[in-house]
């Protein structure tokens, strides 16, 4: 599961800042109070997407890489209103599934809102995490933050398209 530390580091808008946001265990039943931004199963967002889009707080999706997000379709409309954020959780660097999620998410699903990487999010991967269309990431415990904002301009010249990247003809 990735961390739930709130004092755990998250790069958003290549800025630093605290965590605050706390995740939903798969197995919890009941929704959490209304205290802090949260982040919860596909599942429980759509038996629950009435009263988590009623929340003050801001309300994400966790998306493990075995899910389809696909799933957040219902009778062929994405459910995303109401979402503050889409995370994805990268259990070991070298699960890839995450990247491919990513992809679906903003070309095929057009999710335009923030997609955030957690889980075993190495600072290696940031660069090409942020290609393909990821706009957070939380850094893995143990990981200089500093060094994780510098991974940004790991490389000045990219082969691939990247999402978002505008192409001029």
């Not at 790069?11 to 009941?30: A, F, K, M, T, Y």
Request: with cysteine; proline share 7%.
């Amino acid at each position: 599961m990735p961390e739930t530390n709130q004092t755990a580091t998250l790069i958003r808008g290549h800025q630093l800042i605290d965590n605050p946001w706390h995740v939903v265990e798969p197995d919890q039943q009941s929704l959490p109070e209304d205290e802090a931004p949260l982040l919860v199963p596909i599942a429980m967002w759509l038996q629950h997407q009435d009263a988590l889009r009623a929340r003050s707080q801001p309300v994400g999706v966790l998306i493990q890489p075995h899910e389809d997000p696909y799933a957040l379709l219902q009778e062929g409309v994405f459910q995303g209103a109401g979402l503050s954020t889409i995370a994805i959780n990268f259990p070991a660097y070298t699960d890839g599934r995450g990247f491919s999620i990513a992809q679906m998410l903003r070309n095929e699903l057009h999710w335009e809102g923030e997609l955030r990487a957690v889980g075993d999010v190495l600072i290696d991967t940031i660069f090409y995490l942020a290609r393909c269309g990821f706009d957070s990431f939380l850094v893995k415990p143990g990981h200089d933050p500093e060094k994780a904002l510098a991974a940004f301009k790991t490389f000045t010249v990219a082969y691939q398209r990247a999402y978002r990247e505008v192409v001029t003809l």
